[in-house]
């Protein structure tokens, strides 16, 4: 669709691709705010949950759940945050939402990626929405190229 | 199971049930602080959404949906902001989650309920967490009377 983002993601929007399939596609979010973070946007224009097929809704769950698998086994998050928000579209005076869900992993205990350890503060309360990137783009990088590795383990 | 509040309800406890079926409940939130929220609960004790099976996972697809229509035909809900959370758990040493959603109908226009004018002050913004709740227990109840009222008009 003209005028949305993600109808038309370049080759280079597309630099953290994790994984998609007919229905979805799953980012390494731009934004590491929580260590992991994801994005699962729709491969069809699609507005919200109610505009969803069988199909899809049922591709989403799977997607979950193997993206939550992988980040317990290889980045050691002990549970998620998962949330269909959308706010933004509505910034637009006609809003024109694409459907996509965040997928925040929460860590109990300290992480280490590269040089830094990663210590989620709000662990057992609401994410931070306001938090700061918490690494470096190289460390951005050792997180992508370890996940899109391994990712055949737990995608199908 | 024991020691699960979800799993454990009292009937003071369902004061608020809006609708159940065979596989979820739905609640009018005790905490308004976004008017109309709402809590879907599973009502098998289910710890997170990759446990789910595909009966209860489409069941939840038709509950948000109808759910949502009610909110915008009964309330003038804009769009709404889906989450799945469950950090509460965490704060226990043996988390033992019971899966449930919160949905937050959010507002681009102001809306009248009893006395009082409720403005959603973040709309198209992330929902503030610790947002006060914003109505009295009068008008939550005229809120929840005037949904239960057309429940059967919106789910099946």
Redesign the interface.
Known sequence: MINCEFCNLSEADKKWLLFENSFWMVFLADRQDYIGRCIIVCREHCT???K?G?EQ??SL?II??SL??MLENELQA???????????A??NKN?N?HLHFHLRP?Y?NPITIGNTVFTDKE????YN?KADVQISDTEMQIIFDRLKSCINRYFI
Do not use: G, Q
């Not at 945050?81 to 933004?88: A, I, K, Y």
């Open positions: 919200d949950i109610s969803l069988n809704w049922l769950k979950i759940s939550e698998k002990t549970m998620f945050n998962v949330s269909c928000l959308m706010n933004d509505y910034k809003p939402p929460r109990a662990f057992a309360h609401h929405n």
